[in-house]
Each structure stands twice: as C-alpha cells, then as structure tokens.
C-alpha cells in the first residue's frame, strides 16, 4: 500500500497504470484507456490512472489506448491496446509512441490534475484551485510577477460560473517542471468568501472578454497592466469594445474608454485594434512598436499614451492564409507571436481554421525575420482528433530563452467539433506543449 493512503475497511487499493513516451520514458497525460466493457479512464498530470474495477481484479483486461498525437502498434485486427492484470496495490506500465513534434506536458487549469495518483496516495500535497474549467489565457509581465487572465470560468457548484475574466498571479519562474509531471500554482484573486472571482465587472449584460493585455509605461517610467474588453450577448454576439486598466488598490480592471458600439448589422469594430496577444518590437531606428495578433495585423508606439491614442493606431497588412513546406496553404484561426533568443527569429505557433483531422485542433509552427514577417513554412507540430485546441499562447516567459525548449498552450475543448463526448477533467481547460526547437524534425521551418 502506499504510503500514508488510508482506505476504508473491506476496500481494495487500486491498481496503478502509468503510460510513458517511448522516446523519453516521460509520463504522458491525456491518454485514454478503455475496457472491452467500455469503462473510460484518463491520465493524469503524472500519466497515471488509477485502475479500480472490481469486476477485473485479477483478470487479464485489455485497455484500448488512445491519445492526440500518440499511439500504440495496432495489432492484426487494428486494435491498439495492451493486456494487463490488475490486482490490488499493483502497477503496469505502458509504453506510447509519440507522433507529433510537440511534447504534451500536461493541464495547467481546472480540477484535478493529479486525480488519479491521488487515489494512490501520491501528489496529497496538492492544493486544489476551487476552479473546474477556464477559457483562453493570456499572460504579461508585471511589476516584478508574471499576471495571468482567463475567460469564462466553471465552478464545482453550478453549471453556469462567472464570466467576467478570472485571474491570478505567479513567480517568475512558477512552472514545477519542463518535464511531466508538471503544473503551476496559480494565486487567484478571489472575494472576502475566499473563492476565485471576476476581476473585469464592466457595466452592461452579458460576459465582458478581455484580449489584447500586456503592460506599457508611460512618459514618466510607471507600469500601467492594461487590456481591450468586450460585452458579449446572445452567446457570441459583441456590442460594445472598449480599454481598460488594472487598479492595483481595487485589484480589478476599469473602464478607460469606449471605442465601439454596435449600432447595426455589423459583427464588431473594424480594423485597426488592439487585440490579441502582444509582442513589443524595437525597429532599426530605435524605437519601440507594440504588436497584436499574430500574424500581426495591428500596431501602435508602444508607451502607455499611445496605446489610449486611437489616432496613432495602425494597421499592418497580413495574410491570414500560410504556406506549408509540403505546399498547402493553412488559414489561421488564432495565432501568437514571439522573439526567440536561441533560434535569433521570429516564431509563431497557428491554430489551424477548417483542419483535419480536426477542424480547429490543427497546431503548426513556423519562423520569420520580422513580426511582420514574411513568414513560413509551416510545419504541423500537435493534432488533436476530433477536438478543438484554440487561442494558442506562447509561454516564452516560461522557460530560459538561451535554451531550445519553446512552451505553447491553448483551451482544449469539444466545442467548435462534431465530438459530443467531452473529456472528463481536461475539457475547457488549458493545455500545455513543449517543443524542442533543435528536433531534427523542425529543419523544415528553419531557414538558417
């Protein structure tokens, strides 16, 4: 038995399965094993799931494995899987071949992530967030801490939670590990009841979304942390845009300005905004530029003032449809940017629009000499089966730039597939992937 894992008595301690890379040995997260009588489990953070069937101990059992990017050699009826035994307080290991670039690491946000070593007694030190489900994340520096924001936000305690952006804050250097099992300890803000909270109360119905958050000085050297937000209605339906700013007494974002109203048939503001995740880029003159968007498609100075300025807004000319080095062209979906100190480029990480073989699950990589580009070719570095993996972020402050591991993440959900099964835990939630940016198999996109 493990130690410290109390059971009740006349309970079974469960059987421990642990699925590794091949390549590695590394734990893999987000594989699912399936019984021939259709019983599910998932792996963990740590790769683990703990095997706890009565009705099998003993009993040799086949476990399908299935997971996005990785597999196991079908056998001569195209079965993928393995033969184990489960017996009580046991262990088996299994062995996936991963067949993608990117390495998954495992799930930052949510409920759970060490669920089933926990059943084990393993990882009890872990805290849980109090949270179950978080949309699209956004990350900046600030004032010494590393300022996350994410979107519409699940609750243990209702179907529906709150919608006007959760966050938190973390060190410097918050991730666990750059190999798996890995998390990050989030400090959320949360109310007097000591429960996560919205930190973007802007007046009028609906979510209020937040894009385009970074931090910018101002004339006189202060930090201002701010962002472009959104009320949605009717779902999907934006009537307002406006900025706002970070007030650290309050500890929530207020409203600067209104930019839009929507007054007709029109889907949103037009081009030129700040939206997006940011890059900021200092030219051969000298001076600084504040990116969106990747490909960019917007750009302003980048100081405080200018950001507030809609007069010194500019739109930068970009193709939203890329080059691949097999030839095809992709469309992008969502895209972000970033300087890399070790590949001395530009690099962007695309969410592919209307993939396969899922339509917005589709994950390429690519490097250009400017973040105006020109970019590519694009090489495919995630996949994800029926499943949609959107709003990809580059965790450049996640990892030593001297070095080649490049972290991305995105929201991995059913939403926006044909896929009516949600994955239990990991759905709408953020995931995380390594690249290694000296894998052989990246020199396709590498023009120098």
């Given at each position: 038995m493990a130690a410290g894992l109390a059971l009740p008595a006349g309970a079974r301690v469960?059987?421990?399965?642990?699925?590794?890379?091949?390549?590695?040995?590394?734990?893999?997260?987000?594989?699912?094993?399936?019984?021939?009588?259709?019983?599910?489990?998932?792996?963990?953070?740590?790769?683990?799931?703990?095997?706890?069937?009565?009705?099998?101990?003993?009993?040799?059992?086949?476990?399908?494995?299935?997971?996005?990017?990785?597999?196991?050699?079908?056998?001569?009826?195209?079965?993928?899987?393995?033969?184990?035994?489960?017996?009580?307080?046991?262990?088996?290991?299994?062995?996936?071949?991963?067949?993608?670039?990117?390495?998954?690491?495992?799930?930052?946000?949510?409920?759970?992530?060490?669920?089933?070593?926990?059943?084990?007694?393993?990882?009890?030190?872990?805290?849980?967030?109090?949270?179950?489900?978080?949309?699209?994340?956004?990350?900046?520096?600030?004032?010494?801490?590393?300022?996350?924001?994410?979107?519409?936000?699940?609750?243990?305690?209702?179907?529906?939670?709150?919608?006007?952006?959760?966050?938190?804050?973390?060190?410097?250097?918050?991730?666990?590990?750059?190999?798996?099992?890995?998390?990050?300890?989030?400090?959320?803000?949360?109310?007097?009841?000591?429960?996560?909270?919205?930190?973007?109360?802007?007046?009028?119905?609906?979510?209020?979304?937040?894009?385009?958050?970074?931090?910018?000085?101002?004339?006189?050297?202060?930090e201002h942390l701010v962002a472009t937000y959104a009320k949605i209605r009717n779902q999907l339906e934006p009537y307002e845009f406006g900025l706002v700013e970070w007030n650290d007494r309050a500890e929530n974002f207020e409203q600067v300005l209104v930019f839009w109203e929507k007054k007709g048939d029109e889907k949103g503001p037009p081009k030129p905004y700040p939206d997006g995740h940011p890059l900021i880029w200092k030219d051969k003159q000298g001076k600084e530029w504040l990116y969106f968007n990747g490909p960019a498609d917007f750009r302003c100075p980048a100081t405080y003032e200018a950001w507030k300025d809609r007069s010194t807004w500019e739109k930068v000319e970009s193709s939203r449809m890329l080059d691949t080095v097999d030839g095809e062209r992709i469309e992008v979906a969502s895209a972000s940017v970033a300087w890399n100190e070790y590949r001395r480029r530009w690099v962007m990480v695309v969410q592919q629009k209307f993939g396969k073989p899922s339509g917005f699950g589709e994950v390429w990589y690519l490097e250009g000499d400017s973040p105006e580009g020109p970019w590519g070719p694009a090489v495919k570095v995630a996949t994800h089966e029926n499943y949609t993996f959107y709003n990809v972020q580059i965790d450049w402050q996640l990892s030593d730039p001297k070095t080649p591991v490049l972290l991305f993440e995105g929201t991995y959900t059913h939403t926006f597939s044909s896929n009516p099964v949600k994955t239990p835990r990991y759905d709408y939630n953020q995931v995380l992937y390594r690249l290694d940016l000296d894998d052989p198999a990246l020199k396709k996109a590498q023009q120098n």
């Open positions: 469960p059987f421990k399965v642990t699925v590794i890379d091949k390549e590695n040995g590394w734990p893999v997260p987000l594989v699912r094993l399936t019984t021939t009588s259709d019983v599910e489990f998932y792996t963990d953070n740590a790769g683990v799931v703990a095997f706890d069937l009565p009705e099998f101990m003993g009993t040799e059992t086949w476990l399908h494995v299935f997971s996005h990017g990785y597999e196991v050699a079908a056998d001569g009826f195209g079965n993928r899987g393995q033969r184990v035994t489960p017996e009580p307080g046991g262990a088996a290991t299994i062995t996936i071949e991963r067949k993608q670039i990117a390495k998954r690491l495992g799930r930052l946000t949510g409920a759970g992530l060490f669920a089933e070593s926990q059943k084990l007694g393993e990882f009890e030190k872990w805290q849980e967030s109090g949270l179950t489900g978080q949309d699209t994340v956004q990350l900046t520096r600030y004032k010494d801490r590393l300022f996350w924001l994410w979107g519409d936000t699940n609750l243990p305690g209702y179907p529906l939670g709150f919608f006007d952006t959760s966050g938190a804050t973390t060190s410097l250097d918050p991730l666990i590990s750059l190999e798996p099992p890995t998390g990050i300890k989030y400090d959320y803000f949360r109310s007097k009841e000591g429960k996560p909270r919205g930190v973007a109360k802007m007046p009028g119905d609906g979510p209020t979304w937040l894009s385009g958050f970074v931090s910018l000085r101002d004339a006189r050297g202060r």
